[in-house]
Structure formats: structure tokens, C-alpha cells
């Protein structure tokens, strides 16, 4: 009981569901630590949990992008790796973890300015990579990913104390109403809804493909919904969508003909580190959440200034 009470985020317990209050800032330090947002872009994301930028990449940066994207996932040094997802009863790679350590480019792209001052300023400190992935929802077999919060997923299984992180997903691809698109409830971030279920051990080898444990009850997805909506982050590729690590968010399979890829890239505040994961859980391996080093990213343009 004591474990419960100090904890605000508690979850996945002997109890039942529960709708939990936000106690953390959305936007820390009036995001005056980094200029990349107008006013009015911060307030956006402060209101809805989260933010659609709209052709940040060029074609070209695109398709370079892609293009290596897909060479990873044909690469079998790669594949063979732990850090390869595939989709249930199928051989097709679902998701690459750890790619901004996998790739240059996509190290490069983890410090693009366009997206690390964004999140430098969200989050009011120099941030790290929490955790780096390409995402891949082919056409026809693309599973769905289940509604959920990451933060439950992170605060339980990670340690992650706080919410202090974002969600940063480059589309590499159109996302159109069709193709399993990125769904987001507006203002879902400022409820934290508290999962049934204990979390067995190893359950990331299970929640990656499928996720049973951490999701959240139905008519806590009712209401959130009924409160604020479902927004469809459909956009052209070379788009950018920020959103907060609690925002409610998840996609529909895809059964077009037209696939879906992106690169999704988890920055957590140097000030929010991990502890210990809850409950006595084992430790995540360090592609699904960092721990070896919480080192802040140097952005391509050098010019941070604490």
C-alpha cells in the first residue's frame, strides 16, 4: 500500500481501472528553452498532447530515409537482430528498434534540428534517446497497434518516473485515411488511466507483436474519446507529429494497397532518467528502453546553450 501511495501513477495493481489526474506539466519552463515552435505551436500541443507539422522533410530527405529504411529491413545482419519486430503469424518485420545506433542517417536524423529543438523545448532541458524505431505497416498485412499510453507502458516496465518525454514520428510514407493512419485523442494526456492486469515477466517478447497487458479498460477509452474526439493524423510524407508520452494514441490495420512506414523517435528530458521498473520487473533490454547511458543528444547544429 505504501508502494501505491507514493506512487501518482500507479497501474497495473490488484485494483481496479482508474482515471488518475495529470500532476506534471505538459510544456515545462513555458517553453522558453528553444525557440523552434511559435507561441501558438505550444499551446497547441499544450492543449491537444500533440502537434502536426507539416512537410518538415523534402521528397528527397524522404526518400533517403525510406530508401534506408528498407534496406534495413532486408539486411539479415540486421533482421537476426533481437532488435527486429515481425507481425504476428508472419515473417514481414513489423518494426526495428534501436535504429538511430543501427544507422548513421538515422542518427543524423535523431539531431536534426527540425526535431530535437522541438522536443528540447517541450520538455525545457537537453534531452536523450528513451528509444528509436522504423515502423512498417505493408499493405494488405499491416497489423493494428491497440489504443494506449506509452508513459503506462515506460513508468511500469522502464522506471520512467515522470512525464517528461515525447513521441516524434517522421512519416516516410502518405498516411491517408486508408493505410492504418496514427490516431490521437485530443486532450487524453491529461488523464492518466490506470490498467488492470499484472505484468508477467519478459513481456515485451508478447507486447511488441500484441499488446495484453497495459491497455487500457473500454470505457475509459469511451470517455477520453467522447471528451475530446479521435483525430486521424493523415499528411503528406516528409510530415512531422510530436505528441506527449501519455497522449491516448493507436492505429487501425491496413488493408490498402498502400504501405506505411515511419520513424518514430521517444526523447526523454535528461532530468527524467529511469529508475527501477515497478513491481520487481527485470529491466527492458537497452534497444526497447536506454539505460547504459543518459548522455544528452548533441543536435547537427551545435548550437545548444543551456
Not at 497495473?12 to 482508474?18: K, L, M, V
Not at 519486430?85 to 544507422?103: C, K, M, N, W, Y
Request: proline letters at 6%.
Amino acid at each position: 500500500m505504501n508502494i501505491l501511495m507514493k506512487d501518482l501513477y500507479a497501474s497495473r495493481t490488484d485494483r481496479t481501472s482508474a482515471i488518475i489526474a495529470r500532476r506534471d506539466p505538459v510544456v515545462y519552463g513555458g517553453g522558453a528553452y528553444a525557440d523552434a515552435l511559435a507561441s501558438a505551436q505550444v499551446a497547441s500541443y499544450e492543449r491537444d498532447g500533440f502537434l502536426m507539422l507539416e512537410d518538415v522533410f523534402s521528397e528527397d530527405e524522404v526518400q533517403g530515409l525510406l530508401d534506408e529504411v528498407k534496406r534495413m529491413s532486408a539486411d539479415p545482419s540486421i533482421t537476426n537482430l533481437e532488435e527486429a519486430i515481425t507481425e504476428p503469424g508472419s515473417d514481414a518485420v513489423r518494426s526495428i528498434f534501436r535504429v538511430h545506433q543501427l544507422s548513421q542517417m538515422m542518427d543524423k536524423l535523431a539531431r536534426d534540428p527540425r526535431l530535437i529543438h522541438v522536443a528540447r523545448q517541450l520538455l525545457g532541458s537537453e534531452v536523450y534517446m528513451h528509444q528509436s524505431r522504423a515502423n512498417m505497416k505493408p499493405g494488405f498485412k499491416g497489423k493494428e497497434f491497440y489504443w494506449h499510453s506509452d508513459f503506462e507502458t515506460w513508468h511500469v516496465e522502464d522506471g520512467m518516473p515522470g512525464m517528461r518525454a515525447l513521441s516524434c514520428s517522421v512519416l516516410l510514407t502518405d498516411n491517408n485515411a486508408c493505410n492504418g493512419p496514427l490516431m490521437l485523442l485530443p486532450g487524453s494526456h491529461q488523464q492518466f488511466i490506470s490498467c488492470q492486469g499484472v505484468t508477467p515477466d519478459n513481456h515485451y517478447k508478447k507486447s511488441l507483436k500484441k499488446q495484453e497487458y497495459g491497455v487500457p479498460d473500454t470505457l475509459s477509452l469511451q470517455l477520453l474519446a467522447e471528451q475530446g474526439g479521435i483525430q486521424a493524423m493523415t499528411a503528406r510524407a516528409g510530415s512531422v507529429v510530436f505528441f506527449d508520452c501519455n497522449t491516448m494514441h493507436g492505429s487501425n490495420g491496413n488493408i490498402s494497397p498502400w504501405p506505411r512506414a515511419n520513424v518514430f523517435m521517444v526523447y526523454n528530458s535528461v532530468e527524467n532518467t529511469l529508475e527501477p521498473p515497478k513491481y520487481g520487473l527485470a529491466p527492458r533490454p537497452e534497444h526497447i528502453a536506454t539505460r547504459k547511458s543518459f548522455d544528452p543528444l548533441v543536435p547537427l547544429d551545435a548550437t545548444v546553450t543551456a
